[in-house]
């Protein structure tokens, strides 16, 4: 069990890395939405253009808040 809980708190960390270095990046407005849209596209989300460019238009405001 206390085996788990390690593996646990290592890929949460592992995430909230991830997400730290996607937010603090060097990289213009543009280029952060373009990989946040393929990303989803990857996952195999399907929607069309505008409700994607929608989508990640509210998630990068949501990292510019969390930014700020």
């Known amino acids: 069990m206390k085996g788990l809980s390690i593996l ?3 890929l949460g960390g592992a995430a909230v890395g991830a997400a730290c270095g996607i937010l603090f990046a060097p990289e213009r407005g543009e280029d952060t939405r373009a ?8 996952r195999g989300v399907k929607l069309n253009g505008k409700e994607l460019e929608s989508l990640v238009d509210d998630i990068a405001d949501e990292l510019n ?4």
């Open 65 to 68: 808040a969390t930014n700020s």
């Open 35 to 42: 990989r946040i849209a393929e990303a989803i596209r990857k």
């Open 8 to 10: 646990a708190a290592f």
